[in-house]
């Protein structure tokens, strides 16, 4: 197969059924790219994403090289690569200032699954796609908070574009983390088909998530005067 070295910016990692969910933009195309493998829920080994340096796990703005095997879309993910989980190596970590800049367009696209307040989405949406549809997107938001709700599920609130947002958060580097931050940025996901346990239907759902989270400073800090 045709093995393609990336250096990728992390802006997810996080936990998953049997392992780790990264994501992130090619420092070189600054297209999205989600690794992943051929285990049962396409997750990467946890043994894979620590940072060698710090023995800690990978965090948003670290640098990696990997080596992708083969594009591999899902209908509701087309961001989905598969990787040889063995060849993950940090390269570093840049600093949001140093890297602020390359992200505006990405940053001022609209996510077509932000369009609408629902937290979910039907299945049957991609049935209309011809094309894979995007699944990743980075917004700066103002002010975040996390919490938790009353089932004890990790969640983070935010306002983005007229709608007030509570979604389920999924980096687990904030666990004990219930705060309010200031701007941030935050890197959404979709996630895979699945059937709350509080619903009565069989009805399974994408549902919009958040992965990632980097806290910004001072907006007079990232966009040089013009």
Known sequence: CNIMKIQMLVLANSKKSG?????GIDT????WVR???????CEVPTKNTLNKETEKQLRPLD???LEL???HPLKYQRENWLCRPESISSKGSVSIESFYSRLIPEIESTAW?????DVKIDPDVYKRYKTNAPSLALIEVASTKLFHNHYGSRRIAFHHEE???DLPFTDDFYEGDDSDL???LLCLSIGEEWKPNWETSTKTWHYKLVAGLISLPAKSYLVPPV
């Open 28 to 31: 070189q195309t600054l297209q």
């Open 69 to 71: 095997t083969e594009h």
């Open 163 to 165: 709608t007030n947002w």
């Open 113 to 117: 699954f932000l369009a609408d307040a």
């Open 19 to 23: 392992g780790r969910c990264l994501a």
């Open 182 to 184: 200031g701007r941030t």
């Open 35 to 41: 690794p992943i493998t051929d285990n049962l829920h």
């Open 63 to 65: 640098i990696i090289e």
